[in-house]
């Protein structure tokens, strides 16, 4: 047993892999029906942590059997030197899977698996601010194709250069929540708008905020709190100006929350788009109330998903992107901007489960 776990932990772990084999017996006597899809369904869930329960098992067995052989009395100077570097070795990667079966067990965000709903809104900077949301709208999208997620706009209000005042996005993959999170906030932008003719460097901002799906289930939505208002869509943002009442405004009326869509050209789509994206503001509503209540002091090191939170910054004219959160700075604003966002998201997902580790002692 490491020493780095307590007898309960440890019989945690050994009830997780007895589980795992409990299953595969019972796949393969024969099961059908809801019996069989259930069973399944537990196995899949808990397979990667069994297979990493069981290769910690091992390493620390041969641990064991490695560090019995340095320190024996009889082994010979040379066997003892190449035992002593197989303990060693042995050591990081017991340590290493140690770490990965405790970050495998904390608690989950329920919300982690879900699809993501992507909102962007031009912040401070008029037209360059609109120009950088239409930017970081653009970063979205490449990282979703990326990863092989599904990127449907769902609402686009555009200015007269292009830009966006503000853009709505569903994502649909697997774990989109879960990567794109820790996105949530105020970005900056320093740079020289393409409409400066002294080449000044300005400063722009747009705010980003990802809420999780929420299907019917999760959030009842009551008709006789809604007013619903329709008009012809129009503007640079009317990609489908046209004469009928196709745009639809959603009110809710307890919590005043808005929701405008006009993109398509049936009304009925274009209601179905607005109550998609008010479903998942009520549902982050309510994770943000829960959240509070279970911890009204706490404040996590990678931020607090709050939209008047200032992020990160990008500087273009030293080519670098800095997440204040972290302190980290990577000089490959081309690349990031292009989509790759791995780097990023690793290191804020490192950051969040380097503090629940800590929380859980």
Same mark, same amino acid.
């Given at each position: ?55 910690l098992r091992r390493a620390e067995r041969e641990l064991a059997e490695a560090e019995a052989l ?60 609109a120009l950088f949301a239409a930017d970081l709208f653009e970063m979205y999208r490449r990282y ?64 980003? =905020?990802? *809420?999780? !799906?929420? @299907?019917?289930?999760?959030? #009842?939505?009551?008709?006789? +709190?809604? %007013? ?51 479903? =998942?503001? *009520?549902? !982050?509503? @309510?994770?943000?109330?829960? #959240?509070?209540?279970?911890? +009204?002091? %706490? ?55 380097? !503090? ?6």
């Open positions: 047993m490491n020493a780095a776990f307590s007898p309960g932990f440890a019989a945690r772990l050994d009830r997780v892999l007895m589980r795992a084999q409990e299953l595969e017996a019972m796949l393969q006597s024969g099961l059908d029906g809801p019996a069989y899809v259930a069973a399944t369904r537990e196995q899949a869930s808990i397979a990667e942590l069994a297979d990493q329960i069981a290769a340095r320190d024996g009395a009889d082994t010979e100077p040379e066997l003892r030197a190449m035992a002593e570097d197989e303990a060693r070795a042995l050591a990081e990667t017991v340590e290493a899977l140690s770490r990965a079966v405790r970050i495998a067990l904390l608690p989950k965000d329920e919300a982690d698996e879900r699809n993501a709903i992507l909102e962007v809104r031009a912040g401070a900077g008029g037209d360059e601010a979703a194709e990326g990863r092989g997620w599904r990127f449907e706009v769902l609402e686009l209000s555009e200015n007269d250069l292009g830009g966006y005042r503000e853009a709505v996005a569903g994502i649909a993959g697997q774990n989109v929540f879960a990567r794109l999170k820790f996105e949530s906030g105020v970005h900056r932008v320093q740079r020289v708008p393409a409409t400066e003719a002294q080449g000044r460097i300005h400063t722009s901002t747009a705010t980003v =905020a990802v *809420l999780p !799906e929420a @299907e019917e289930v999760d959030v #009842a939505v009551n008709e006789a +709190d809604l %007013r619903v208002d329709v008009f012809r869509a129009s503007g640079a943002g009317g990609q489908h100006v046209n004469k009928t009442e196709s745009a639809v405004r959603i009110t809710h009326l307890p919590t005043g929350i808005v929701v405008q869509c006009q993109d398509e050209k049936s009304q009925h789509k274009n209601r179905a788009r607005a109550m998609k994206i008010l479903r =998942a503001r *009520l549902y !982050e509503r @309510e994770r943000e109330a829960k #959240a509070s209540a279970r911890s +009204d002091m %706490r404040r996590s090191q990678v931020g607090t998903g709050d939209r008047s939170e200032r992020i990160r910054t990008y500087n273009v004219p030293q080519g670098r992107v800095t997440d204040h959160r972290i302190g980290l700075t990577l000089h490959k604003i081309d690349r990031v901007l292009a989509g790759e966002l791995e780097e990023l998201i690793d290191a804020l997902t490192a950051e969040q489960q380097a !503090e629940l580790l800590a929380a859980e002692g």
